[in-house]
């Protein structure tokens, strides 16, 4: 039979069906509790991807009139993510803590819906996109309850490492979930005839170096000795090596998306003006950080792997720089050189 007219697969390996597995291999010492949860956000996620493609229709890209906690004016798409991603949470019976980027306190879930599972989100990340047309995504992490623990800030206020999963979704063209549970990288796209993530992008690993960097060089002015040392070398080359290319988005989602598949360096460093870094610790970072290590990539501040940090507080900066193992590694030299 010709190519073109071969009958497609039969043998459709689904998110849920995925997770089922690795829940099997763990054997009894699986209680199922985060299958369930996760599958709580892939509905949060085809719900959001439905309302992202007929925002402008039904009127959801205007202002909402309110900021959150970051003094950002949402968007009435970020309102109505936030409340999709904490009213599904809730409603799964898995979770203790949520804590969202559009909220200013940790919402503590009630006694008879409470689970052993805390989430910190950021619902809609890129939201300033959403006119342009631009890619823009939900980023999530999922830790344990610390043992005894009903339930407090504290379960959310543990190091990067500590997380049980993450992951994001990006709203484009097609919905691309990508999730780790500790057990290596997997991308799945939502197919919009069958309502399911498939998997499309099984075991994603970032090359060992890449050829793209991804900086907002509009803070150039600001940027640090290190980092300005490091984009000038990559930008003019010695030894005849060609320029890396420049691809930065302003979607974090988008941008590291790309850096995973295609390597390179994804960095939003501190600077002068932002002297925490502008990318928060919890929602951003620690699930970003984690998915890169899990992929064979490095996430650091500079000075320090973001995955070691202790929080102090729910929305936490911290300076991220992710991407290909010797691309990050060529950037840290910068910062040992003026430690020394």
Do not use: W
Not at 66 to 82: A, F, R
Not at 104 to 124: H, Q, S
Not at 209 to 228: C, W
Not at 291 to 303: C, D, F, S
């Amino acid at each position: 039979m010709a190519e073109d007219t071969q009958m497609p697969s039969t043998d459709i390996v689904t998110l849920t069906r995925h997770i089922l597995a690795q829940q099997i291999r763990l054997g009894p010492a699986a209680t199922g509790d985060l299958t369930l949860l996760l599958n709580a956000i892939q509905v949060t996620s085809k719900f959001i991807a439905t309302n992202v493609r007929k925002a402008r229709l039904i009127n959801l890209v205007g202002l909402a009139g309110e900021t959150n906690v970051q003094g950002e004016e949402q968007k009435k798409l970020d309102v109505l993510s936030n409340d999709i991603m904490v009213n599904a949470l809730r409603a799964s019976g898995k979770t203790a803590v949520l804590v969202s980027e559009e909220l200013d306190e940790a919402i503590v879930i009630e006694k008879r819906l409470r689970g052993k599972y805390c989430v910190v989100f950021d619902p809609l990340d890129g939201s300033s996109n959403i006119d342009a047309g631009v890619n823009i995504g939900t980023i999530f992490g999922i830790y344990k309850l610390k043992e005894g623990s009903e339930g407090t800030i504290n379960d959310v206020l543990q190091p990067g490492k500590d997380m049980v999963a993450a992951g994001y979704t990006m709203y484009g063209s097609s919905a691309n979930l990508v999730l780790t549970t500790g057990q290596g990288v997997n991308g799945y796209t939502l197919d919009n005839a069958l309502g399911e993530f498939i998997l499309t992008h099984p075991d994603i690993k970032i090359p060992q170096r890449g050829k793209i960097y991804s900086f907002n060089e509009g803070n150039s002015m600001y940027f640090h000795e290190p980092v300005i040392k490091y984009l000038e070398s990559i930008k003019y080359p010695k030894n005849g090596k060609a320029p890396y290319s420049a691809r930065y988005i302003g979607s974090m989602v988008a941008d590291v998306h790309r850096t995973l598949l295609y390597g390179g360096i994804f960095g939003y460093p501190n600077d002068k003006k932002t002297k925490t870094g502008k990318l928060r610790l919890l929602y951003e970072a620690f699930p970003m950080a984690m998915l890169t290590e899990q992929a064979g990539g490095v996430a650091t501040t500079g000075t320090q792997r973001i995955l070691d940090i202790v929080p102090t507080e729910i929305h936490q900066r911290c300076p991220v720089f992710l991407g290909s193992k010797e691309d990050v590694e060529d950037l840290q030299t910068f910062y040992k050189e003026e430690q020394q």
